[in-house]
């Protein structure tokens, strides 16, 4: 591949995250959903893993500590994420969903996976098998 190849390629991969992205954000603002997308993806994250360090759940979001820090900080203030002392390292906590906040991701989740959806609406089965398969040989490619 030449290198004028990979640059149009490499634009449409950052077009594309972009635009899923602010379409995401966009649903969210008119959904009144009362969290972001990023807000979003913590809770998610949580949801589905007990007990995680914010270093841990700062590498399943891809978000640096201080970002995070940030949303953490949002949530909380809103009901929806605690903090509790790590049993093992003093200087550290463990993030938790309160109750509240499970049952915000379980209202969400069926409007999330509809403004998903939207994004795979034209595509068929052997697409998404193809794309998921490109995108894991990329993401592997820079381990």
Partial sequence: ???EQFSKYSFLLDRTARRVKQYAQQKFK??????TVDQW???KNLSENELLSQAELAQLVFKDQPTLTRIVDLL???GYVERMPHPLDRRSFQLILTDQGQR???EL???IASIREKAWENLGKSDFEEF??????IYQNLE
């Fill in 1 to 3: 591949m030449t290198q």
């Fill in 30 to 35: 008119l959904g009144e959903f009362d969290i």
């Fill in 41 to 43: 993806l913590v809770m």
């Fill in 76 to 78: 909380a203030k809103k």
């Fill in 104 to 106: 915000k991701v379980n």
């Fill in 109 to 111: 989740k069926p409007q």
């Fill in 132 to 137: 998921k398969r490109i995108l894991n040989t």
